[in-house]
């Protein structure tokens, strides 16, 4: 005979059946017993838990008086009378009370006593009996975990095998700002407020197949409760396992670190403000240009301030003209400086450089340097474009590039404003605040003191170059037996003026005094002593002395002069004898070239500077052929901090190889082939042909 195979849970109960989730394993835990009596109170049915609970085999207690076997004798009475109400009344009954273990101990057990009946109708007691004190440590611990979960400050949910929510407590509520009741059932990312939430799902199922906690994951978003604010959590993740090993789900923890996430931005937002004024303090004035001054600030602001920025200088100040009280008029404005993050139509709607645009009272810019105090705009509306652009195209095109936070900043210095920083975001999404505010008032006052430093200095230097010009010769249009070309360059790098000086005077029977000096230092004193000498030197020319005695008179009135050194080459041209007669004070020798010779230096005493005092000066006479061309110049035109004398006096003469080029294209060529950007001295050029 063939054994019928085990019916199969899927035949006994169905399919669906089959595919129920299986047991937890909670009452395998309690070790929850059972055993039925007759109505002799004699045992008829035994468990394997009750085995485990009492210390009794099946063989040991079946057939036995359970009363006898389990009851201590102080204690018999009371459990007959409740054993006898059961049967008779039908009435389960509840209850703790002692039993005497097989070893001979007591424990105390928890028992549910209710009364049963067959279908022959006879009458049986059935006890379910627990060990009590598990029981109670596991009432507790239930007790316990439901108060922490529902009172813990931390967000707590459980998930299922298939990240669905089963649990979600009051904290996890506020903060994902969904009720408990919507949580349950949904998958995490139907619920989770994170943009990051693909990753987590990855973590947690990580956790679940590995079953290593993941701990403090840092996250950052915005939640419903509260989109406009940026919020942060840590995220733990455990995986849930029961008494037997059984994957039940997953635990998340969640905390709010809003605040520590806030003050460590704002700890490295405070660093990177000092880090900025830090920098702006070496790249910001590092020139005496106004105009290199914007362009370092404007720089400086891009991209950490502001998105799109523009240096905007009243057109009084830059003149040094002291602007007049505040009102509510327009103000003319001078752009120096503009500059973008990125590109943008912005740029179309700013002033470019140079420009000079007058803005009505009603704009904020104007506000601005009236009442010299920022202007702060945070949410750019439609109402507020016309009182930032110069007109309604301007307008139109901010509109378009997205402008929706705008500053205005006054460019302060000595009390005096001198203009605004005028910066506009675009993609930066945060709009200005008061802290940006702070910062780019620091800005802006380091760099208004520079440009205020920058525009007083071009003052003086656009006076001292006005009277240097004035002090320098216009040439009469014809000087006999001569052809002559000159230049003045001020010094490059400094942009200062300096003593340098070229002169053609006129003589007597067609002679020409031919100049060339250079006072020590520069700006305006020296200027004002070059002037001085010069007109000394034409006073001289004029009573026909011989280039050396020239030089001496200048020498004493130098000596009277404070402090100052000159240097001074004086030559006499005569067309007739063809002869030039000179005299050198301290000065770089004169270069002569002309066609038939290679160009040479003349080789002249070079005597002391004018202001030593009581040393002769010598004169020597050369002849000067027709086409021979003599070059004078001061060592501005030589003199370097990297190169040789010698090695520039050779440069000197290999720009001279053709002396039949135009004197105006040799001073170009000399000019621009010598001097460097870099050059501190200014430059006196004067070249002499003879016809």
């Not at 605004?420 to 940006?436: G, I, Q, V």
């Not at 020590?520 to 001289?540: E, H, P, S």
């Not at 041209?573 to 010779?597: E, F, K, S, V, W």
Request: net charge negative; with cysteine.
């Amino acid at each position: 005979m063939t054994a019928e195979p085990f019916p199969s849970e899927e035949d006994v109960y169905g399919a669906e059946a089959a595919k129920a989730p299986p047991p937890t394993g909670l009452l395998d835990m309690l070790s929850v017993s059972a055993m039925v009596l007759d109505v002799h109170g004699r045992i008829v049915f035994w468990t394997p838990q009750a085995e485990e609970l009492f210390g009794y085999t099946a063989e040991e207690a079946l057939g036995k008086y359970a009363a006898r076997l389990f009851i201590h004798s102080r204690h018999l009475k009371a459990v007959v009378r409740l054993f006898a109400e059961v049967l008779e009344t039908g009435r389960s009954w509840a209850g703790t009370f002692p039993i005497r273990h097989k070893d001979g101990s007591s424990k105390l057990m928890e028992f549910r006593n209710m009364r049963l009946q067959d279908d022959l109708g006879d009458v049986y007691a059935l006890g379910i009996a627990a060990d009590h004190t598990l029981l109670q440590r596991v009432e507790t611990d239930l007790a316990l975990c439901e108060r922490l979960i529902d009172q813990s400050p931390i967000g707590l949910a459980l998930l299922d095998p298939d990240l669905r929510y089963l649990l979600v407590n009051p904290a996890l509520e506020r903060i994902d700002g969904i009720p408990a009741e919507e949580h349950i059932g949904r998958r995490l990312r139907d619920a989770l407020p994170l943009p990051d939430v693909g990753t987590i799902e990855s973590a947690l199922r990580q956790v679940l197949t590995t079953g290593t906690p993941l701990l403090d994951q840092y996250h950052v978003g915005r939640p419903p409760a509260d989109p406009d604010r940026e919020h942060a959590w840590s995220l733990s993740f455990y995986r849930l396992e029961d008494p037997g090993g059984r994957v039940l789900g997953a635990a998340a923890s969640v905390v709010d670190v809003t605040e520590r996430h806030r003050a460590a931005a704002e700890a490295d937002r405070a660093r990177r403000r000092l880090a900025l004024i830090a920098e702006a303090s070496t790249r910001v004035g590092t020139t005496l240009e106004v105009d290199q001054t914007a362009r370092e600030l404007a720089e400086i602001a891009v991209p950490q301030l502001a998105d799109v920025v523009a240096v905007d200088v009243l057109d009084s100040a830059l003149a040094c003209r002291r602007s007049r009280r505040p009102d509510d008029g327009p103000e003319l404005f001078r752009a120096l400086a503009l500059k973008a993050a990125h590109p943008t139509v912005a740029l179309r709607a700013a002033d470019a450089p140079g420009d000079v645009t007058a803005y009505d009272g009603d704009r904020l810019v104007t506000l601005c340097v009236h009442t010299g105090r920022p202007v702060l705009v945070r949410h750019v509306g439609a109402a507020d474009i016309p009182r930032i652009a110069r007109d309604a195209e301007a307008g139109a095109l901010l509109a378009r590039a997205g402008v929706h936070s705008y500053l205005a900043v006054p460019l302060i210095a000595h009390g005096e404003v001198l203009g605004a920083l005028d910066l506009k975001r675009t993609r930066n999404p945060l709009p200005f605040d008061e802290d940006d505010v702070v910062l780019a008032g620091e800005l802006a006052g380091r760099a208004a003191v520079a440009i205020d430093n920058a525009r007083w200095f071009e003052s003086v230097r656009n006076t001292a170059l006005t009277l240097q010009r004035s002090l320098l010769p216009d040439h009469p249009p014809h000087h006999a037996g001569l052809d002559l070309a000159s230049r003045y360059q001020p010094a490059q790098a400094t942009s200062e003026v300096g003593g340098d000086w070229y002169d053609v005077i006129p003589l007597t029977d067609d002679k020409t005094a031919l100049v060339v000096g250079d006072v020590m230092g520069n700006g305006i004193d020296a200027a004002a002593t070059m002037g001085r000498l010069r007109t000394a030197t034409c006073a001289y020319a004029d009573l026909d002395l011989d280039p050396g005695e020239v030089l001496q008179h200048l020498d004493k009135i130098t000596c009277d002069l404070e402090h100052y050194i000159v240097t001074c080459l004086y030559a006499v041209y005569d067309p007739r004898t063809r002869q030039c007669r000179i005299a050198n004070a301290g000065h770089m020798p004169p270069a002569l070239a002309g066609p038939g010779h290679p160009p040479v230096l003349l080789d002249l005493p070079p005597g002391a500077p004018l202001g030593v005092g009581g040393v002769p000066f010598e004169t020597t006479t050369t002849e000067l052929a027709p086409g021979d061309a003599l070059v004078l110049y001061t060592d501005g035109l030589v003199e370097t901090r990297h190169h040789s004398i010698d090695d520039r006096l050779a440069v000197l003469l290999a720009f001279l190889d053709e002396p039949d080029r135009p004197l105006e294209e040799i001073c170009d060529l000399l000019l621009y082939g010598l001097r460097h950007p870099d050059d501190h001295d200014d430059v006196a050029l004067l070249v002499a042909r003879a016809l």
